[in-house]
């Protein structure tokens, strides 16, 4: 169950203490605003997203939801859901910062994940 409180996929995208921790860190540094129950990326969170290779401007034209706040069942808070969820977590696996789990929804944070987590959304891990 720890497991799943830290990290896991929720749907297409990153849930748990380090997806809430990294919407609250979009938010905090105004690179998300929050317009319920949608997301609004700033000028600020384009240029941002830009240095994760993360097209904004190429996701806000696909048919499905761009930025939704997606409650997050162990933290009570949101999280980051929408092709800019999907998008997010699609990068953290393909950088390998996390690993699926073949048994379950848990994601396995690497070491060079918590490195990264801690440098670029100041998410801090035990």
């Not at 497991?3 to 748990?16: I, K, P, Q, T, V």
């Not at 700033?42 to 997203?49: A, H, S």
Request: hydrophobic fraction near 40%; glycine fraction near 6%; charge should be positive.
């Amino acid at each position: 169950m720890q497991r799943l409180r830290e990290a896991r996929s929720c749907y297409d995208h990153l849930a748990g203490r380090i997806g809430v921790a990294v919407a609250d860190y979009l938010t905090g540094n105004e690179f998300l605003d929050l317009a319920s129950p949608e997301f609004v990326v700033t000028r600020r969170g384009k240029t941002f997203f830009a240095s994760l290779d993360i097209n904004v401007e190429e996701l806000s034209q696909e048919r499905r939801s761009f930025a939704r706040q997606c409650l997050d069942w162990t933290e009570r808070r949101p999280h980051v859901a929408g092709a800019l969820g999907a998008r997010m977590l699609e990068r953290f696996l393909h950088e390998r910062w996390l690993i699926r789990n073949p048994r379950d929804r848990a994601l396995s944070l690497t070491p060079n994940g918590r490195s990264q987590f801690a440098k670029r959304f100041n998410v801090r891990t035990p």
